[in-house]
């Protein structure tokens, strides 16, 4: 409860002048807690509660949330039910085929979450253990949906128009989620969009829309999180953009000297102009 209710998590919660749907994603263990989450997220503007049930990060799987809870199904079950009981929005899960390739319970779960309400579900094709380990495999997807009559939506190396559209035919899925593909590269939305519905390459951006893209987003960034915390989570997103950039580790390495909102605003036009871009 402190965590949700703390000013950086606060800053996160939805606002009716963002683009719908508005959609939170809420973490915890405690099915209370999780549906009193679940109502403050709605009051302030949420469409949608999606259930983080996937992480596998070490300091989230240490208190049993994230993808620590698909070990404990009964757990799950009343996390759903509690939840789905106390808005009125629809509530979603995101989930990885198993904590282990020993226990891959994707199927247990989804007909759970089916059974208590939820309205879709998405399945990252790898288990706890793996993290992101290896490649992500979409047989127990593909199984899934088979199984069930509600949403199933694949999730997992999804990085490609290409790669989309093969794990759409193969898995029968009713959509797709991508994750760190988009990181630093909000392009392949469009590019996947565009693939799928004409079969052609999407053009690549050029650097114009770059550099307007990476300033609006690390603007929009200092006025969510406030000076603080926006200039240090700003400098996580350009080390993003860096990678599909030319001379981009001279880029993030600067970036990263600075504590100024201003500053690092500057510094994307300045790397722009200095690279003829």
């Not at 009716?16 to 403050?40: C, F, H, K, M, Y």
């Not at 001379?247 to 722009?272: S, T």
Request: a positive charge.
């Amino acid at each position: 409860k402190s965590l949700w209710q703390s000013a950086k998590s606060s800053s996160r919660h939805a606002d009716d002048s963002e683009t719908s749907p508005r959609i939170v994603q809420l973490l915890g263990t405690n099915a209370n807690e999780l549906a009193e989450a679940a109502v403050w997220q709605q009051s302030k503007g949420a469409q949608i509660i999606d259930l983080n049930m996937g992480c596998p990060a070490k300091k989230v799987c240490d208190v049993a949330a994230g993808s620590a809870l698909l070990a404990h199904p009964k757990l799950v079950e009343t996390i759903f039910k509690e939840v789905v009981k106390a808005v009125t929005i629809p509530v979603t899960v995101k989930i990885r085929t198993g904590s282990s390739a020993d226990n891959k319970n994707a199927l247990e779960i989804a007909q759970l979450a089916e059974q208590n309400g939820l309205a879709t579900i998405t399945i990252h094709g790898r288990t706890r253990t793996d993290k992101f380990r290896g490649n992500a495999e979409y047989d127990t997807i593909k199984a899934v949906k088979q199984a069930v009559q509600f949403p199933v939506i694949a999730n997992g190396d999804i990085c490609s128009p290409k790669q989309a559209e093969f794990v759409l035919k193969y898995t029968g899925s009713d959509g797709i989620m991508i994750g760190r593909a988009a990181q630093g590269y909000p392009w392949i939305f469009r590019e996947i969009a565009y693939y799928l519905s004409t079969g052609k390459q999407h053009k690549k951006p050029c650097a114009s829309e770059y550099k307007t893209t990476m300033i609006k987003h690390i603007k929009g960034i200092h006025q969510l999180y406030g000076e603080h915390l926006g200039v240090r989570i700003s400098r996580k997103h350009i080390g993003w953009y860096s990678q599909h950039l030319t001379q981009g580790v001279e880029l993030r390495k600067a970036f990263n000297q600075l504590n100024n909102p201003c500053e690092q605003i500057d510094l994307i036009g300045q790397y722009f102009a200095k690279n003829n871009l």
